[in-house]
């Protein structure tokens, strides 16, 4: 665990967040494409996802023997379970509004989710009740927890999504979600290690893990350009990507392929990527969370009052 996060051990709960995407324009990093539709990609896998992983978590809360860690596990099957409602409402909203059927994405993904890591994958009796096909799936989700935490702390610390305008509903959201994924990061992990996951499947995990990621995002983000009238010719994704980290609105490609790399070291730990501390001065000041704290009444922030950055010390 990060040192400096050695005291904020902490119960892992939900925040009831709502947002209100009525006003959030469709190229939400204004004149933007590139990182707006990129970053659209999550919003149309988290639904899903996350509540595939919600699906694993729940076979695995009973056979978790450290009550420290079925805490834990359940905190974050919780906070999971309300990432993929809040991501399922702007495809509710957000997408509705301005006319994109998200149907043809999210019906695949869902379709390949239940198919290849559901209790029968390819359809095949044995998956139910194995540990060993459980094991496997907590070791997906413990790479894959490593992007998001990844994530949740860059756009914790991106103030060029602050500088360009970013709506401030969107924002909060990504951040709200980020620094849930700061706050959690380690739990995906310790579980796998729990079921007795070793070094060598975690790399497995992770070599499946990266190309699955590059060609969702690819797909998402194609699928996106497609459906925004202002958005101009697809590129390849890697472009595309180049473009928005330019303008720091997106993650450096670089940055998040070292950040992957670090996952294959004998002595890594989730511990080390971001800070507790920096996560929860943030849902302090989220507006989404602190409404949630307080009856769960949205208090919309206003254009000109973006939710503050809070900056590491
Ligand atoms: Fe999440
Ligand atoms: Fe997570």
């Known amino acids: 665990m990060n040192p400096t996060d050695a005291d904020v051990r902490h119960r892992i709960l939900p925040r009831h967040v709502r947002f209100d995407f009525s006003h959030t324009p469709i190229q939400w990093v204004p004149g933007d494409p590139a990182s707006t539709h990129v970053m659209n990609t999550l919003n149309l896998m988290f639904p899903a996802g996350e509540m595939w992983f919600c699906r694993v978590y729940n076979k695995a809360l009973p056979l978790i023997t450290d009550p420290a860690l079925r805490d834990d596990a359940e905190g974050f099957l919780r906070q999971e379970a309300l990432h993929s ?7 509710r909203h957000y997408y509705q509004r301005h006319g994109i059927d998200t149907a043809p994405f999210t019906r695949v993904l869902d379709w390949s989710l239940n198919r290849w890591l559901g209790d029968r994958p390819w359809g095949l009796p044995w998956g139910g009740k194995s540990r060993f096909w459980l094991r496997q799936r907590l070791g997906i989700i413990a790479a894959l927890e490593h992007f998001f935490g990844y994530l949740g702390n860059w756009v914790l610390n991106a103030p060029a999504l602050d500088q360009a305008g970013t709506d401030p509903v969107m924002l909060d959201l990504l951040r709200w979600h980020g620094a849930e994924e700061v706050e959690h990061r380690t739990v995906a992990y310790d579980l796998y290690r729990h079921f007795g996951g070793g070094y060598l499947g975690r790399c497995l995990h ?22 925004d009238p202002n958005a101009g010719k697809p590129m390849g ?7 928005g980290a330019r ?10 392929l070292k950040s992957a790399a670090r996952f294959f070291k004998p002595g ?22 602190r409404a949630a704290a307080h009856g769960g009444h949205w208090v919309k922030p206003t254009p000109t009052q973006p939710p503050a950055m809070t900056t590491p010390a």
């Open 85 to 91: 409602r809040s991501h399922g409402g702007v495809l």
């Open 206 to 227: 992770m070599a499946c893990v990266i190309p699955l990621l590059l060609v969702t995002t690819s797909l998402g983000t194609r699928f996106m350009y497609r459906r």
């Open 268 to 289: 890594y730990s989730p511990g080390h990527e971001g800070s507790t501390q920096q996560a929860l001065a943030y849902l302090q000041q989220s507006p989404a969370a």
């Open 247 to 256: 303008r720091g609105c997106l993650p450096s490609l670089w940055d998040t």
């Open 237 to 243: 994704l890697f472009r595309t990507w180049a473009q």
